[in-house]
């Protein structure tokens, strides 16, 4: 009796769930702009190579999709979406480098005036530990 109210409970769940999914997966259909990235790069701990991607809000503020151009590769990044006094000058990305490594850092997004400050990965943590110093390189994006 114990397991099978469990198994309601989870198919309940699993119910409720997919149509949240559908909804994310169509809103990620439409990119907010496109850049080129020209060296491997680290986002939410997924490595990703160098290469056209396509950068994507899928309507949840605390949310970032990074998808190359042919669909192989993709990472998701947690975020803290916040406004700067002066706003999103322009749309870009930024990265933190240590060493030969790069980490996005920020997501600049000039429409709705945000900065989308990425969470680190256990990764950079232990680098930026490590190393302290860390370099700032940023890329204008497409639209």
């Known amino acids: 009796m114990k397991t099978r109210k469990i198994h309601l ?33 680290v986002v939410g701990g997924v490595h990703l190579p160098a290469g056209h991607y396509h950068v994507y809000h899928p309507g949840d503020p605390y949310l970032i999709v990074i998808e ?4 192989r ?6 975020v803290h979406p916040s406004t700067t006094e002066a706003g999103a000058s322009s749309t870009k990305l ?11 850092s920020q997501v600049w997004t000039e429409p709705d005036q945000q900065v ?17 110093k860390r370099e700032f390189v940023v890329l204008a994006a497409k639209r």
């Open 9 to 41: 409970a989870s198919l309940f769940a699993l119910i409720l769930l997919i149509p949240a999914l559908l909804h994310a997966q169509g809103a990620i259909r439409q990119p907010l702009f496109r850049v080129d990235v020209p060296f491997a790069f």
């Open 73 to 78: 590769a993709r990472a998701m990044a947690y």
């Open 94 to 104: 930024v990265f933190n480098k240590y060493g030969d490594q790069y980490f996005l």
């Open 116 to 132: 989308h400050q990425c969470f680190r990965c256990p990764a950079e943590q232990s680098l930026m530990a490590q190393a302290g």
């Open 68 to 71: 190359k151009d042919d669909g």
